[in-house]
């Protein structure tokens, strides 16, 4: 026979009453305090565990409420589903052992998400994407970018039609057959720099276009082709948006963490975007039987242009260029001669 | 033990004397207390966060009721603690319909904006007029769903939270239309204050903590409030002088920018002016708002009758810009991990310096009829957990 004390409360008035809890061996629970003697089966009653420390409640069919002053009845509740949820939910929240397991599937889930499921997600939208929206998306970026950071183009006619013509080199090809745009720029704030917008709409600015030979520039062109041929741009839209949700699940807890992992997530992101870029780069001067150097060296150009970082590659959206070459050799030597 | 109270508000004649000196020492009255421990609330927090994560947000209303549950059963008044009775799984349908809905009502209507924007790149009249009209239905469309909203998770809030075993409630079913409509005007007139440069922002603030309270009952009893918009009024005014301290900060320095700004030499020492004036600015802002929370506070809880019961804040400005101030650092210094210890010292605070008398009477209210509100309003929004949120002290 167990037995508890409490405080009884009987839905009302706001009085409590002292009482003891008796259950008795034969599947009945008599609560007997002043002036009060209540029966009841073991089976109607309900037992409410706030999370925390705080007494357990018993509840009677009829709203009255036992607010228990010790545990000594709680194991008669213990083979209940719904206190067995509650008993699960409190372990977690109550043990070591329980805050270890959170934390393990709270890492695991995430990162899956991180590295498995948004990347999915990204690839399944963007391919839904027509390309009529995606060229309009461009467009408007680029309007953006005219009021802001690019100004037009001051190359001669003949280095225009020039680069048009490489442009077409790597147009028709497959596997992209999505059609290019190309738009040159002057930047002073960019320098020798070349973009890659939703829509194919490639973005060369005359500093670039100065710095590279012909096979030099065919060459970024081809990266930035592939970042469209991959539908990077939008991919890095919607993972975007993705990661922001993600990061909206915390709370208000951890504001400064989570734009700082986010930025670095994205940074991951980009990072396997240029590799991805490099290898179409390289494959497609190798399908004009051009050197692959080429590449190296507008990339070796473009970091004495704007000097090497010193950062860990963890904080960049580039890899290192030691790590573009090697990737990208690699790719080379997988393709088929 | 206490006679019952009835339904109305009981002990006229002891509002009069209450006012006087100081009438908190000789009643005998008890203070909320709260017995939260940060090391316990950080587990929790941390296994919702966990859970949350797992199940791509679908434990949300779990990770809310939990820790709601935990805030309201931490807070106890003469050794019982509150009761926040809410089955998860009901919410979960409202966040899922509602809380996806808007959001995605909201990302639609960006997308749509911004299309149409495009799509008319050089705009006419008509185009631009398409786009207001547009936007406006949307804001109207916004306000009247968001403000039933809004009345209706007030409601469900209140007829879910318990103190020994009595529901309080929100308005009742027949009143829910003009609940809806008074919340229409609420907002409505909150959003009239900004162009009144806030000269109407009193008048505002006194109604919508007016509607918070009338509507409110434990049991079967009213609480009422009993301060008027004048009060209100001077407690704003009597905030002004800070306010304007706040506002005036940078004058001078954008005063000298103006006369001696073309002079190459003058430039630098008037812009690091400039920017102490600014940071002057920010730390007289959040003086003002600490001052002005704590005596807002203080006015309200003793504008709040409970039948016999009386209520006495004890807030300070000092205080509470102390503890804002550590919070922020805190929080900013632990990268935002120190967030269960804040919400628990927060709430210590804010609840232990409240007191209640007389402790007697606690016993004696009678239990008013139950009300099954539906819990899809309140799925859609995530209030203040804790129960300074739903006595509602914060606004």
Redesign the interface.
Known sequence: MLHSSGTYYDGNTSRGVPVQVVAQGDGRVVLRGEGLERDEALADLRLEQPPGHAQPCLHWPDGGMVELADPQLLPLFANRSATRIQGALQWTERHPAGLVAALLLGIASLTGLVVVGLPLLAAGVSAAVPLSLERKLGTTVLAELDKTLLQPSQLPPATRMRLQGLLKKIQPLPPSRRSLELQLRRSSLLGANALCLPGGVLVVTDGLVRLGSDDELLAVLAHEAGHDHHRHPLQMLVRGQGLALVAGLFGDGGKALQGLSQTLVRNAYSRRFELEADREAVATLRRWNRPPEAFFSILDKLERERGATKLPSILLTHPSNQEREARARAGLRSLPP | ?AA?HDGHPAGEGTTSTGESDDPWRDLQSTPLSF???TG??F?????N??????T??LY?P?ARV??R??F???TRLGG??F?Y?VNPRALLVGWFVIGIGLSLIGTFSDLLA??LA??F?PMGRREWLAILLSLTLGLVLQWLILSWLLVQSMRYNASRTL????HFGFGSQPEQRSLWREMLRLIALAVLAIPSFGLLWPYVAWRWRRFQIRHRRF?ATPFTFTATPADYRRLHLRALPLLLLSLGSPAPAIGLLVAYGDQQAWLAPLVLLLLLGIMMAFLFGVVWSCWLEAAAARLTWRSIHLGPLRFHCTWTAAELLALRLTNNAV??FS???A??WVRIRSSRYRLERILISPAGA??????GEREQVSALAEGAF?LEDSLAGVIDISF
């Open positions: 033990m019952p017995s939260g421990r316990e609330y587990q929790i927090w941390l296994a966060l966990a859970l949350v994560v797992a791509c947000g949300t779990w939990r820790s549950q935990y309201f059963a931490q019982t603690g009761e009775r911004s299309a495009s799509a790149l103190f020994r075993n009595l049991g929080l900013l990268l935002g991990l967030w269960p606690l016993e004696g209210f009678l239990g995530s």
